[in-house]
């Protein structure tokens, strides 16, 4: 099973920046998506951003054009980045792992990290 670890949450300004970073135990080179999934307080977990093995990548449309996404798959992380963060950004992040098909399929979650973005 595959450990993911988020870092890089905490408080910033919607003038500043956001970077956060998603280590996982062993290589993704063949996991299909990796993603970064957020939550914010009463409402249900949604996609921000994943990219595929190939290099596909497919933002949620509140945040295309102002977050970034990309994968090492030699470092074994996924970055999501902006420098226009916004308050209604304010969730807890999730990173997640997920392919295969049948019962060879996998999805894979990470703890969640806090960020809270103030104006």
């Known amino acids: 099973q595959v450990q993911l670890v988020e870092s890089g949450g905490g408080l910033v300004h919607s003038g500043g920046s956001l970077r956060l970073s998603c280590t996982a135990s062993e290589s993704i080179r063949s996991i299909y998506a990796m993603g970064w999934y957020r939550q914010a307080p009463g409402k249900q977990r949604e996609l921000v951003a994943q990219?595929?093995?190939?290099?596909?990548?497919d933002y949620a449309d509140s945040v295309k054009g102002r977050f970034t996404i990309s994968r090492d798959n030699v470092k074994n992380t996924v970055l999501l980045q902006t420098d226009s963060p916004k308050p209604e950004d304010t969730a807890v992040y999730y990173c997640?792992?997920?392919?295969?098909?049948?019962?060879?399929?996998?999805?894979?979650w990470g703890q969640g990290t806090q960020v809270t973005v103030s104006s």
């Open positions: 997640n792992a997920r392919g295969g098909t049948g019962a060879a399929s996998y999805d894979y």
């Open positions: 990219i595929t093995s190939s290099g596909r990548v």
